[in-house]
């Protein structure tokens, strides 16, 4: 344990984000490993480009936009406790979490809200509060490979977004959207056991 | 006391399937020379015997259903073996002998392999490879441990003086019986647990163990069997070794094997075009084939169809046709519950055969004792190591539920007779335990687990419908997550699985699907596919019971006649009324072209479409080969439409509309104008909307709406033509909004009265059920809000009075000849298709109507009409043939 805070000292405001994010202090150091992994220039912080470089990312539909979300308001650099506040977003919920933190006002990042908000804004591109018709037409035309026709297409994002807006106005907005994943386990979905 | 009823009720029966083997030793010695009558039991002996057996089974099932309190009770897997018993008693009475047992021979080679390749293919792959690593660890180290664990308890109890003594076995002898008795048996789980509905997770983990311990189960049985052969003096230390080798090359290359035929498989499927016919066969024979490979190679059988069963469907279901797939399906769930219940029943009846038995109480108890306490144990240990890995871990209640289905059953008792009593002296008893151990999982646990799972409030599986959201969404969920592990730079289980799809996006898919298969290959996509044909279904099942509770098909006459309608009101409109504003309005926005494709539009829908309905409603086999696909797609859409149509009634479409692409820029704008108008209606009470009014409406859009179908139909090539359809509709709806709304003001040539009467008859006599209730939902459901209520009287007046509203009536009567003058000779051809539908009803239900109620005025009305209908009649008897005959030319001049 020593050895382990010791270390995590290198890591520049490890309590505050700690406490922000709820992270581990293994799991931020692993974290602060990573992020310095692709931090090609050790300039402190990482850009778009550092990004970029993870292979795997250029083939996931949805990469760009997932890179997109740890620069928010256009900025270009991301510093390590930005990075980590994106990374909270997938831990997964423990019990401990509810209970404790149900107290203090600000809501963890990891709550099944802030989980849905998150998948939410990489839909809501211009950033309106509501996916409307084209940005539900794009993002399908994402994740839908290219043998699904155009017509097909924008005829499921008639359905899609027919089927989750409630109050008729063409657009998802955030409530409906997360009443459309109502049933849907997210808090399980949207973590990942490694980052708890 | 029914649950004692029940197998009572199936005695007669039971006696029918004894007779025959009495009967057959009397005749032994038939009488020389030509006989009329000869008695040839012996030549038929065997699978009469086998389909009698299965008969019985069947109808006992048939037996315990008809009361749903026994088996909402009691496992159909209970009452099968006491069933069993009870026969199993009267053929020992009876013949004197115990005949008619579970033979491990038939067992393996035809009972398991359909229960097996059932719940392989339609194995939730997704859920399974979620929870694999669970599964594996209970089906390996578990088993492992139950099979050691109990074997090393019986034989410690055997060392304590509490097995009695002529139990002749040693440590090894107790560790072959430990590692038969110890596998969770995937028929009794499978058969308690479906009826059971705990939530999937929890399933699959049951479930999914005991399907992939049978690598494990048939190692250790094997390698122990060998040990006790060979004397436990002459085991070596390479003996050991070459087991725990044996466990990898045994369960490996089942696997192997079984991923083998799941790619034949898929790969012969792709080229079965054009024999669909024997599309469901192949996927048997390869699934059968690939079971006994691994039987002949001695791999784990039920490890090499689970595996095949799981990799082809995917691609199977992607190439065969949609019959394929219902057959495929309907004969697997069949063939599997068959095996099922023929596998509890004679389980059942072998434990009736005292000779094999022989009792040792402090065996059994131990066992039992033993199978219960270690399984929870091994349970509990396991899960506390799986839930540090896991992200969400399982709890105590999970736990109890895991531990407590362990469920034991045929597999055990076969291998157990399979033992070689002169290298196993204790055989007869470690069948008795068996039998007991099995009877009592099956029966005590099987009917203590529904409340057990009900008192501990265990979570259930909550079965909700797909919903294109949930869909998309969880696929962002996927990505996301890929992403977020790229991001953090660990190769998780998100990472692989990305891998994995990519790779068989790129290549697998490629190479083992159709091309056509291929294309439209998208879980996304599906899922619209799948909605849409379940909105269909429930669609036309709604309209069906609409239909039969009103006892009328006449909601339908209107939709057909509408097209005609329509059409001919935009000729009407077009040749210059004036007199109407709006329609002026919406006269300056259409075009020519328009105007022309319109009237094809109408046409078109009055043939093509007819037909292709009566094709689908008769289901003849001829015609649903190639296009049936396509065909379903166009229907599919037309539903979608109708349901977006729906909303846009609501203020949506209007959003929807200008996002939309500049093709449909003119529809736009003519919808607008239709809004304009619609608002203008909207403005009135619904009162005041004349039936005239309403049922204008109603018919234009209904008759959009054909016209879409027929426009989609004019495109045959395959993923194309659904791509138009789609369009199509939405700009038929436009249109449909806009006529629509131009109807609202009455312009009394818009009715051509005499058509419609004619039409009506038409489908009247045709009869079609489908038509009608397409019809009649669909009008109802389409109808703009604002006149929605005046419809809905109309049609609920309708169903009430099997008359048409009155008020109706005598606009239509009143100006037909003047219209009909006008339009023969104009276009004599859309009369047919043109029914003018809408109100029209036939002359019987008219009649009928008005005898009961209103109308007494109609009456001079009616009296026109019938000879108008008559007039049609003869000149558009065949309205399919002429439609599609006059189709073709329209369609191709709209294509100009």
Not at chain 2, 85 to 98: F, R, T
Not at chain 2, 227 to 240: H, I, R
Not at chain 2, 341 to 366: H, N, P, Q, R, Y
Not at chain 2, 654 to 662: A, G, L, Q, W
Request: proline share 5%.
């Amino acid at each position: 344990m020593g050895s382990l805070s010791s270390r995590a000292a290198v890591i520049p405001d490890v309590d505050s984000i700690r406490r922000e994010t709820g992270f581990s202090q293994a799991c931020l150091l692993r974290l602060h490993h990573r992020f310095q992994a692709l931090d090609r220039d050790k300039k402190g912080y990482l850009s778009r480009m550092d990004l970029q470089q993870i292979g795997a990312l250029a083939v996931n539909p949805l990469g760009d936009r997932i890179i997109d979300s740890f620069f928010p308001d256009r900025s270009q650099r991301v510093d390590f406790s930005g990075f980590v506040r994106v990374l909270a977003h997938f831990r997964p919920i423990e019990e401990e979490d509810s209970e404790i933190r149900d107290l203090k006002k600000p809501e963890p990042l990891n709550s099944r809200m802030n989980k849905l908000r998150f998948a939410f804004q990489l839909y809501d591109l211009d950033g309106d509060g509501k996916i409307s018709w084209q940005e539900m037409l794009q993002v399908l035309r994402l994740m839908v490979g290219v043998q699904v026709t155009e017509e097909q297409l924008e005829s499921i994002t008639d359905r899609t977004v027919q089927e989750a807006d409630e109050d008729g106005d063409g657009a998802v907005s955030f409530l409906e959207f997360a009443k459309s994943l109502e049933k849907m386990n997210v808090e399980q979905k949207m973590s990942i056991r490694i980052l708890k | 006391m029914l649950r004692a009823a029940l197998p009572l009720l199936a005695l007669p029966l039971v006696g029918v399937a004894e007779e025959p083997p009495q009967k057959s030793g009397s005749p032994g010695e038939p009488p020389p020379g030509l006989a009329l009558f000869r008695w040839q039991w012996h030549e038929v002996e065997a699978p009469y015997l086998v389909a009698l057996w299965i008969l019985v089974a069947s109808l006992a099932k048939i037996v315990f259903h008809l009361s749903r309190k026994v088996t909402s009770l009691v496992p159909e897997s209970c009452l099968l073996i006491l069933l069993g018993l009870v026969l199993g008693g009267i053929v020992l009475a009876v013949a004197k002998k115990a005949e008619y047992q579970l033979e491990p021979g038939t067992f393996f080679l035809f009972l398991l392999p359909p229960i097996v390749l059932d719940s392989g293919y339609f194995m939730p792959s997704r859920l399974f490879f979620d929870n694999l690593g669970a599964i594996l660890t209970y089906a390996v180290v578990g088993t492992l441990w139950n099979a050691f664990t109990t074997g090393a308890a019986l034989w410690g109890l055997q060392q304590a003086g509490l097995v009695a003594p002529r139990v002749q076995a040693g440590f090894l002898d107790f560790l072959l019986f430990g590692s038969l008795i110890s596998a969770v048996d995937p028929v009794a789980v499978l058969a308690v647990f479906e009826e059971v509905h705990v939530n999937e997770t929890l399933f699959i983990i049951v479930f999914g163990e005991s399907l992939l311990n049978d690598a494990v189960t048939v190692v250790l049985y094997k390698v122990c069997n060998s040990f006790v052969e060979m004397g436990s003096a002459n085991v070596q230390a390479t003996d050991y070794l070459k087991g725990v080798a044996s466990l990898f090359v045994v369960s490996l290359g089942g696997a192997a094997v079984g991923l083998v035929f799941a790619f034949l498989l898929a790969l012969t499927t792709r080229f079965t075009k054009r024999v669909r016919i024997i599309e469901p066969l192949l996927v048997f024979l390869l699934a059968y084939a690939a079971y006994l490979t691994a039987e002949m190679a001695s791999l784990s059988a039920i490890l090499a169809v689970t595996m095949c069963g799981l990799g082809c469907k995917k691609y199977v279901e992607a190439n065969i046709s949609h019959k394929s797939r219902t057959a495929v399906k309907y004969t697997m769930k069949t063939l599997a519950s068959c095996a099922e219940t023929v596998i509890f029943m004679l389980l059942g009846i072998s434990a009736v055969d005292s000779s094999k038995w022989a009792w040792d109480s402090g065996l059994v108890l131990g066992t039992l004792v033993f199978i219960l306490f270690f399984r929870a144990l091994g349970v509990v240990l396991q899960t506390w190591v799986l839930n540090q890995f896991r992200l969400v871990p399982l709890d105590k209640i999970d736990q109890v539920v895991m531990s407590y289905g362990g469920l034991r059953g045929a597999v055990a008792f076969a291998l157990v007779i399979l033992l070689d009593r002169t290298k196993v002296p204790a055989k007869d008893y470690f069948v008795a335990t068996t039998i007991v151990v099995v009877f009592f999982t099956v029966i005590v646990q099987g009917l203590t687990i529904k409340p057990l799972v009900k008192w501990l409030k265990v979570k259930r599986s909550e079965h909700h419908k797909p919903t294109l959201n949930q869909e998309l969404h969880e696929h962002t969920f996927d990505h996301i997550l890929a992403a977020v592990e790229d991001v953090v730079g660990h190769h998780g289980y998100h990472y692989w699985r990305d891998r994995w799809e990519q790779f068989d996006k790129k290549y697998l898919s490629q190479l083992l699907m159709r091309r056509s298969a291929y294309r439209i290959r998208d879980q996304i996509w599906d899922v619209y596919y799948r909605l849409n044909i379940r909105d269909a279904i429930s669609f036309v099942d709604q309209g069906g019971h609409v239909l039969s509770s009103a006892g009328l098909t006449l909601p339908s006459m209107p939709s057909r006649n509408s097209v005609a309608e329509t059409s001919v009101t935009n000729l009407l409109r077009e040749s210059g009324s004036g007199a109407c504003l709006d329609l002026q309005v919406i006269d300056t926005v259409r075009s020519g072209r328009d105007r022309e494709d319109a009237v094809m539009h109408h046409l078109l829908c009055g043939g093509l479409y007819k037909p292709r309905r009566r094709y689908k409603a008769s289901c003849s086999r001829h015609f649903i080969s190639e296009d049936a696909q396509e065909r379903q797609d166009k229907e599919i859409f037309q539903q979608n439409m109708k349901r977006r149509l729906e909303s846009f009634k609501s203020t949506k479409h209007n959003i929807c509309f200008t996002k939309s692409k500049p093709r449909l820029r003119k529809t736009g704008r003519r919808k607008k104008d239709g809004v304009a108008n619609a608002e203008a209606t909207n403005g009135k009470p619904p009162r005041d909307l004349g039936f005239q009014d309403t049922a204008a409406v109603i018919l234009t859009v209904e008759s959009d709406k054909e016209e879409e179908s027929d426009s989609s139909e004019t495109e045959k090539e395959d993923d194309e033509g659904i791509i138009f359809v789609a369009r199509a509709t939405s700009e038929v709806l436009q249109e449909g909004k806009v006529s629509g709304s131009l109807e609202v003001c009455p312009s009394p040539r818009i009715i051509p009265p005499s058509p419609t009467c004619a039409e009506k008859e038409l489908p009247w006599k045709s009869g079609h059920g489908d038509l009608a209730v397409y019809v009649s939902s669909e009008t109802t459901k389409i109808v703009p809000v604002d006149m929605q209520t005046g419809w809905n009287q109309s049609i609920s007046s309708l169903e009430s009075l099997a008359s048409p509203p009155c008020t109706q009536a005598p606009t239509l009567t009143r100006l037909p000849p003047h219209p009909l003058s006008a339009e023969e000779p104009q276009a004599p051809l859309h009369l047919p298709s043109d029914p003018r539908p809408s109100f029209a009803f036939p002359p019987s239900l008219a009649k009928a109507g008005r005898s009961h109620s209103e109308s007494s005025a109609d009456i001079p009305q009616q009296q026109e009409l019938q000879p108008l209908m008559g007039h049609k009649n003869r000149t558009h008897l065949s309205p399919g043939t002429a439609n599609s005959h006059w189709c073709i030319p329209f369609n191709r001049g709209g294509r100009l």
